[in-house]
């Protein structure tokens, strides 16, 4: 198969690379569409020392089993692969796995390449009307909704019904509109960047500030840095 394949920092080759071969369990996918993570970034920069070159990147994927009784079937890609036995795995917090495995990081190579092997159970069903590259953004979306969510359920009966996003990238925006499909609409995103600003606000309609002050109800760091956090 032909893969992008991250060499050393700053250096990426297009080439032929070995078939990815499943196991018990696993289907074949051929990738459609996938997104670039900011931690594809992080690793391309060599600042990710998890995710030592040579490797291909990419876990945000989306694309079509090969074979198998699930041939043809359109899906999207849970990238952690967890044991499904332990306790973590069993009472649903497969994120705290001990045994847990993410595609783009070794030993499980990504999906910026023609195919990738997953168990059968990370791959879920895409409907018809969906297309491939929205389906390839199902894994950073749940980022955010799952982050909402558990935000919303600590959210007081009497707190401020408004919410604060710091930073307006892909994280950003997709709790914004997780935030509005999940009840609360009066959200605003704090975004430094004068063009990314605009263009939050003028395609993506959202209300964006370049400092904000005061008190909100719900906060949302989706910048991740030590000044956010404070």
Request: charge should be negative; hydrophobic fraction near 45%.
């Given at each position: 198969?032909?893969?992008l394949?991250y060499?050393?920092v ?8 070995a078939?990815?071969v499943?196991g018990?369990?696993?289907?074949m ?5 996938v ?8 690793a391309?920069l060599?600042h990710d020392?998890?995710?030592p070159?040579p490797l291909?990147?990419?876990h945000?994927a989306?694309?079509?089993i090969?074979g198998?009784?699930?041939?043809g079937?359109?899906?999207t890609?849970?990238?952690l692969v967890?044991?499904g036995q332990?306790?973590?795995?069993t009472?649903?917090?497969e994120n705290?796995c001990?045994?847990?495995q993410i595609?783009?990081?070794p030993p499980?190579?990504?999906a910026?390449?023609?195919f990738?092997?997953?168990p059968a159970a990370?791959?879920i069903?895409?409907?018809?009307h969906?297309h491939l590259?929205h389906?390839?953004l199902?894994?950073p979306l749940?980022?955010?909704?799952h982050?909402?969510r558990?935000?919303?359920e600590a959210?007081?009966a009497?707190a ?12 950003g925006?997709?709790a914004?509109?997780?935030l509005?499909?999940?009840?609360l609409a009066d959200?605003t ?6 063009a ?5 606000q003028?395609v993506?309609?959202?209300?964006t500030v370049?400092?904000?002050?005061g008190?909100?109800?719900v ?5 991740g840095?030590a000044?956010?956090?404070?």
């Amino acid at each position: 198969m032909k893969a992008l394949i991250y060499d050393g920092v700053e250096t990426l080759g297009y080439r032929d690379a070995a078939d990815p071969v499943a196991g018990p369990g696993d289907e074949m996918v051929r990738v459609d569409a996938v997104g670039i993570c900011g931690s594809d970034m992080h690793a391309y920069l060599g600042h990710d020392a998890r995710r030592p070159a040579p490797l291909i990147l990419g876990h945000e994927a989306a694309g079509v089993i090969m074979g198998g009784a699930r041939d043809g079937t359109r899906v999207t890609i849970n990238p952690l692969v967890h044991c499904g036995q332990c306790r973590a795995c069993t009472t649903g917090r497969e994120n705290l796995c001990p045994d847990r495995q993410i595609i783009s990081m070794p030993p499980r190579e990504g999906a910026f390449a023609q195919f990738v092997a997953m168990p059968a159970a990370n791959l879920i069903e895409v409907p018809d009307h969906v297309h491939l590259d929205h389906a390839a953004l199902a894994e950073p979306l749940a980022v955010s909704w799952h982050a909402i969510r558990l935000g919303l359920e600590a959210l007081h009966a009497g707190a401020d019904r408004r919410a604060l996003i710091l930073g307006g990238g892909a994280i950003g925006l997709a709790a914004s509109l997780a935030l509005k499909a999940q009840g609360l609409a009066d959200t605003t995103i704090v975004e430094p960047n004068a063009a990314r600003r605009a263009y939050l606000q003028d395609v993506c309609g959202q209300h964006t500030v370049a400092e904000a002050a005061g008190a909100y109800g719900v906060v949302v760091d989706a910048v991740g840095y030590a000044a956010t956090r404070a």
